[in-house]
């Protein structure tokens, strides 16, 4: 399918590895040029190189970290005005929430809320303007349904949802849409990193405990980041200027709801 973006400007937060990667990924591939990010230097340039290799658009990487504002600013320089913002960043460690220091709250909050609302807030007016604009935030499955331990990542990720709800509605008539996507388990290096220090605290095979939590799953299998990245660069499509305001899981069925 053409998704008519081609020539489009996308900022990718987060996106040296990863579901941020697929995302950037698919959208090189639908001809858009892209901004990669991530805060260590050698995978942001491995990913450049890769990216740069097999499309035939733009690619360029940013050193930053996106949940400071000089990172942002650096952002933004590399990509003024982008058609497209992916909101991507890392989410805090699986914490007893009853041992989260005030700091921690607050960088949690700023990592997966504040951050995403400030880069908002700094693109939204000119995609007005053109007409055109498609914001995608990755938030998690556990926005619908809790994990214990993940509750800081939940909490603060559902209120970016509730905050950017009001605003998708204000500027929907100009075509600009936002949208949530809500990944379930996807092999990535979070993921593997998560089962390993699981692994470890339980004193079992690593693989082990990556087959059972794979048999939680009606899918039977982790998602391929490449699957997450089709998803986001669909939502930011010519085709998908109705969907706004959206919040849609991958999961391959963890989430036990009809609705
Ligand atoms: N994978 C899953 O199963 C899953 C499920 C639900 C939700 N999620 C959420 O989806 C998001 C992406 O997860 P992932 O699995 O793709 O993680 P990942 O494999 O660890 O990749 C994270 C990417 O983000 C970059 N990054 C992290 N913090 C950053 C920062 N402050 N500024 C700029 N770049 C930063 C990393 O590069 P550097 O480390 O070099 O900065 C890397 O490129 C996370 O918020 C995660 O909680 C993932």
Redesign the pocket.
């Known amino acids: 399918m053409d998704l008519g973006i081609a020539g489009r400007k996308a900022l990718v937060?987060?996106?040296?590895?990863?579901?941020?990667?697929?995302c950037a990924e698919a959208l090189a591939n639908a001809g858009c040029d892209v901004v990669i990010?991530?805060?260590?230097a050698a995978?942001?340039n491995s990913?450049v190189d890769a990216l740069t290799a097999t499309t035939h658009v733009r690619v360029t990487g940013v050193v930053?970290?996106?949940?400071?504002p000089a990172?942002q600013a650096r952002l933004l320089a590399a990509c003024p005005d982008p058609d497209i913002l992916i909101n991507?960043?890392?989410?805090p460690p699986l914490t007893d929430f009853r041992s989260l220091t005030r700091q921690q709250m607050l960088d949690g909050v700023v990592?997966?809320m504040v951050?995403a609302i400030e880069l908002t807030q700094k693109v939204i007016d000119p995609m007005v303007q053109r007409q055109f604009g498609r914001i995608v935030n990755?938030?998690?499955?556990?926005v619908k349904m809790p994990l214990a331990g993940l509750d800081l990542?939940s909490g603060a990720r559902a209120g970016l949802t509730a905050f950017l709800a009001g605003v998708a509605r204000s500027v929907a008539a100009n075509n600009v849409t936002i949208n949530f996507i809500?990944?379930?388990?996807?092999?990535?290096?979070?993921?593997r990193?998560?089962l390993e220090g699981s692994a470890r605290k339980q004193g079992l095979d690593y693989d082990l405990v990556a087959t059972q939590r794979r048999n939680t799953i009606p899918a039977r299998r982790?998602?391929g980041?490449n699957e997450l990245g089709a998803l986001c660069a669909f939502l930011c499509s010519n085709h998908a200027g109705f969907i706004t305001g959206q919040s849609i899981l991958i999961d391959g069925g963890a989430y036990p709801g009809t609705f």
């Not at 930053?64 to 400071?68: K, P, T």
């Not at 990755?138 to 556990?142: K, P």
């Not at 809500?182 to 993921?191: E, K, S, W």
């Open positions: 937060c987060a996106s040296s590895r990863g579901l941020g990667r697929a990010n991530g805060r260590t995978s942001v990913t930053a970290d996106v949940s400071d990172g991507n960043n890392s989410g990592a997966n951050t990755i938030t998690s499955g556990t990542s809500l990944p379930g388990a996807f092999d990535t290096d979070r993921l990193g998560t982790f998602g980041p």
